[in-house]
């Protein structure tokens, strides 16, 4: 009885196998009959995502969608932006509006498990901050109590916020604020003491868009962990597959120096990583479903990780810190394409 039992489980567990690899596909399969990839983007954030006057997106997060779009449609371009607030970017996403979301979003576990989507890998590792006047005189994040803060609501920047300054007994008075474009009025506008967000969104507004930069200060303290990267829905394999193995083939490329300037030189290399990278050994463009050439195009188009962060996010003045390679002290590793 027991054996029977357990071989009815297998036959279970193997059905239900079945039934998932029939379902996995979807969005993939929808992406490729549209020809177009549906990116869920920020509404406006200098060096991660912005469009300019025609309304054409760039940007860091922007560069992982078009790389995405090259390696399912060969086509770079082939990207429909949608930006979305904080507060829209989930529903946005489980709704089908996008295929893929690449906007400074943390990864959480009740993000990756109870909103049914998948975070692919960390394209940034950052962590929250404060920004507040310089002429305010203040020089910690401790000597904030009493004051008001600019923040977004539906960010785990909110929570953060609370939980600091309750675990350092100090009060508050939040300013919830959605938009990003009016939190940053409301704060340069000193209806807030304090403007508190991931790190690198301080250093873009400082940047881009404070009057006058210098009057405006970044305290020491990072309060959180804020592993930022692209999200996916739950249910297609396939499409996260891709989303995840792009990041990793352009972090690896800059593992290797391969650039999108000597791409070509390396065609000929005997080192077999760089060979199934660049598909001269066939096999890793089989197991992702599309040509064996996807990570050449990538390199060759857009670009290892370490050009993608020089082009939009070190004239910010972000160094490379926790995201430079782990070869170079930072995290940022890929896993083993082979």
Request: glycine share 10%; aromatic share 8%; hydrophobic share 40%.
């Amino acid at each position: 009885m027991q054996l029977k039992q357990i071989l009815a489980a297998g036959a279970a567990i193997a059905a239900l196998g079945v039934g998932s690899a029939a379902m996995a596909g979807e969005t993939l399969d929808a992406t490729i009959e549209r020809g177009t990839l549906l990116c869920g983007v920020n509404t406006g954030l200098a060096g991660f995502g912005t469009p300019d006057s025609e309304g054409v997106y760039s940007g860091f997060d922007v560069d992982f969608c078009r790389a995405v779009a090259l390696v399912i449609l060969d086509d770079a371009d082939a990207v429909e932006y949608t930006p979305l607030t904080s507060q829209q970017r989930f529903t946005a996403l489980q709704a089908g509006e996008v295929d893929v979301l690449s906007r400074n979003t943390t990864w959480t576990l009740t993000r990756d498990t109870a909103l049914g989507l998948n975070f692919t890998a960390v394209t940034y590792y950052d962590g929250q901050g404060f920004m507040v006047p310089a002429d305010l005189g203040v020089t910690s994040a401790l000597e904030l109590d009493g004051a008001t803060v600019c923040v977004q609501p539906g960010t785990t920047t909110e929570l953060n916020l609370a939980d600091f300054f309750r675990a350092n007994d100090m009060t508050f008075e939040p300013v919830v604020i959605e938009g990003l474009d009016q939190v940053n009025d409301a704060y340069f506008s000193g209806r807030c003491d304090v403007y508190t967000t991931d790190s690198s969104g301080l250093a873009a507004i400082r940047n881009s868009v404070a009057p006058v930069p210098e009057d405006h200060v970044i305290l020491p303290e990072i309060i959180s962990k804020e592993p930022l990267g692209p999200v996916v829905r739950h249910g297609d394999d396939e499409f996260f597959d891709i989303v995840k193995w792009t990041v990793f083939a352009m972090v690896q490329a800059e593992e290797l120096g391969i650039t999108s300037e000597n791409v070509d030189e390396f065609m000929d290399s005997t080192n077999p990583v760089v060979q199934r990278l660049l598909g001269t050994t066939p096999g890793m463009g089989e197991a992702l479903g599309v040509r064996e050439s996807w990570a050449y195009d990538v390199i060759a188009q857009i670009g290892n990780y370490g050009e993608v962060y020089d082009r939009h996010l070190t004239p910010l003045g972000l160094q490379r810190g926790l995201n430079a390679l782990w070869t170079d002290g930072g995290l940022m590793y890929a896993m083993p394409l082979r």
